[in-house]
């Protein structure tokens, strides 16, 4: 996201007004979010190249219907901030599930119990992990933090974009399909100097450097993205429209409530088809579409889930808690497994107590022809 800010003054967003004069200070330029990510997910050899791009296009991807849990820091109180400023972020996260999508997005008191842990760290700026790539990340550290004033417009957008992050959406203008030709000594200088600072790398790795297309969800590049930043003048030489700026409308664009629903579809209404135990449950499903089961123990033990078939798949078992801190009903996930990538099945085993009820889930990654794989439990 770049937005059109000014410059930071405060190091504490607790202590900073939430004007967003006396909060951002006097120096308006454009202030960039940086995509934090981790090491892709490597390939085995002889994966096929059509198999390759749709494990990637998944790679970070939530299982439809999970529970995305998000705190605030407290302390230490650098990484704190005003009501006002936590309120605009949760708008935010009301205004992506809005949209129908089949997360679920639930705010808990303890960044020691969220998988999205929140800090406004005006230096650091805005950032954000890439979608299950929050599960990597060492528990003491943030996974998201915001940088400016979110109560303006603009820094509506911000929020909106880094949350896009965390749902497992990389940058717009990173899109190979978009055709952007950069003056790339003029980027790295801009983003060289005040109020980002960064370096040749952080600036290759945000701007410069293309995605690559087995990543990229639509062959189509979309300038209004929310996902996508603002440029200033003289930093673009093609397409030659945009020589002299582009400027995203904000907010949510049509495509990206489009892909947010696509990869997220709304959760069909009524309880999922049930499970029995030595009972193969066929999945016909095309790549990225998920069935949800339910399992209820019959007795108390461990019970093995597994799939079969030549299929990629990721295998989630989760149970609904009323757990102190959390709302009832969240899902608590027991169990998961990725056999993207690898000639095994997904399988996972866990220990329940009869009358036990569990949420079987099952996305997948890849597969030839649909109707060629089945789960099971035992």
Partial sequence: MATRSKKPTATSASAASTDAGSYLGNRVTLHYCTMRTVAPQAMPAGVADKRAKLLLLNASKWLNGSTLTYAFYNSPTNWSAPTAQKNAVRAAFAEWKALGIGLNFNEVSSVANAQIRIAFDLPAGSSSYIGTDNLTIDPAAYTMTFGWDLTTPYGHTTALHE?????GFPHEHQNPKGGIVWDEPAVYASLGGPPNNWSRATTFHNIIEKISPDTVQNSSWDPNSVMHYQFEAGLILKPAKYKNGLTPKGGLSARDKTWARKFYPPLPSGAPAKMALFQSQPLKLAANQQADFQFVAPTSRSYTF???????????????????????GVAKML????????????EVQVKLKKGDKVQVKVRMRFVEKAGESAVMVF
Avoid at 163 to 167: D, N
Avoid at 307 to 323: C, E, H, S
């Fill in 163 to 167: 949350i896009g992050h965390a749902i």
């Fill in 335 to 346: 169990a998961h497994d990725d056999d993207g990538g690898h000639e095994r099945n997904s």
């Fill in 306 to 328: 597994r799939t079969f078939g030549t299929a990629d798949t990721v295998l989630a078992i989760t149970q609904a808690t009323a757990k102190k801190g959390t709302k009832p």
